[in-house]
């Protein structure tokens, strides 16, 4: 009764598309122990070394000890609210200055949860034609049409919406910051000027930026100083802040519109109060402190021709990219490959997730073997 999914399985095999769970042995805020080898971890979103890092965690736990619980057994809108949660949520609030924040289990239930539940029977979306499966997957459970603009191309943008955008009543535009498997940058200063022009409403996800981009961290929102011109900001504390769980700020009326509608909200157990506090600490006491080394970072970075510190090395195959990954695991470094559907057919990648802790000298041999690739 299973063949088909067998089949499948095998077809998956046979073109290099196979996925399946590594056992990883240890890791720490820069290194990854994997198949008896220690190697430096470039495929983490880890950006500012927090995860997995004992020090962080130990220092955390000397200050609150036992006072937080690691179960909320509840939705938050029945007992599963704490004032540890409108805490982070009112300093969230008050560094983006925006009127109210909701939190999310995670950046996949915030983009699924605000996309499917935002736009409505008579409404429309402009989507970035790279951002996130977890913002297509929203769009797809929405009762909206939807469309997608080419990437990062504010002229098909544009002609997008002198086509359509008198025939629905709202208008949503959707583009991710930093694009995580690309590591560019959207253009968030015209995509402001066509909301203005065109009465859209405009989401901006910062996951891969919140916490790496602009003077308190907060992403490239507040770098190009348009925080208050963007009417949704998502960030997420799985990745730069090295906790669990997600968020989105923005006007009163919105927000309390998604406590009421976004699914994923209103039917998860919320997280546990332990991981929100350690979220908030990580906010209030470190990511102040994180400005020089995001710099030094992102300077790596664009030694590397990237916009961010998202480096992408495309290769093509499947089966070519799994041999470089070898290559390099060989030359003491931790890369998984990149393949389809997660990026298009024919454009299997590396991508290369620089953190804080990671040093120059650190990619001198790594340099050497994408030079020779590109050769």
């Known amino acids: 009764m299973f063949k088909n999914f067998e089949d499948t399985l095998d077809i998956l095999k046979q073109n290099s598309h196979f996925r399946e769970i590594r056992n990883i042995e240890s890791k720490d805020e820069k290194f990854i122990v994997f198949n008896g080898k220690n190697l430096l971890n470039l495929s983490s979103n880890n950006y500012l070394g927090f995860a997995d890092n004992k020090k962080i965690t130990e220092e955390f736990l000397d200050e609150v000890g036992n006072k937080y619980s690691f179960g909320s057994a509840s939705a938050r809108l029945l007992t599963g609210n704490l004032p540890v949660y409108n805490e982070l949520e009112t300093l969230l609030c008050d560094l983006f200055n925006k009127d109210k924040t909701l939190l999310f289990n995670s950046g996949y239930h915030a983009n699924v949860g605000i996309t499917s539940s935002i736009a409505g029977k008579n409404d429309v979306i ?47 535009i959707v583009t991710e910051s930093v694009f995580s498997m690309d590591g560019d940058i959207a253009s968030l200063s015209k995509i402001v000027e066509l909301k203005e022009k065109y009465n859209c409403i405009l989401m901006v996800d910062e996951a891969h930026a919140f916490g790496v981009f602009g003077a308190k961290g907060l992403g490239v929102c507040e770098q190009l100083n348009l925080i208050e011109k963007v009417d949704l900001i998502v960030g997420t504390f799985g990745k730069a802040i090295g906790s669990m769980g997600a968020f989105v700020v923005g006007n009163k009326t919105l927000i309390e519109y998604l406590t009421n509608k976004a699914r994923s909200f209103i039917f998860s157990t919320v997280l546990p109060p332990i991981n929100i506090a350690f979220s908030k600490w990580i906010i209030e006491n470190k990511l102040p402190l994180t400005l020089e080394k995001r710099q ?39 890369t998984l490959p990149i393949r389809p559907p997660t990026v298009p057919e024919g454009t299997s990648r590396l991508r290369i997730s620089l953190t804080t802790e990671i040093q120059e000298k650190d990619l001198k041999t790594l340099k050497d073997i994408i030079a020779c690739l590109k050769v």
């Not at 499966?133 to 544009?158: P, V």
């Not at 495309?314 to 003491?332: S, W």
């Open 296 to 334: 030094k970072m992102l300077e790596i970075g664009r030694g590397f021709g990237s916009e961010s510190h998202i480096i992408p090395v495309v290769i093509g195959t499947n089966a070519d990219t799994e041999i470089v990954c070898k290559r390099l695991f060989d030359a003491g470094y931790f």
């Open 126 to 172: 402009f989507s970035d034609k790279l951002n996130h499966a977890s913002i297509i997957d929203g769009m797809q459970l929405s009762q909206s049409k939807f469309f997608r603009y080419q990437h990062n191309n504010m002229e098909s943008l544009e002609k997008l919406l002198i086509r359509e955008r008198n025939n629905f009543e709202n208008a949503i």
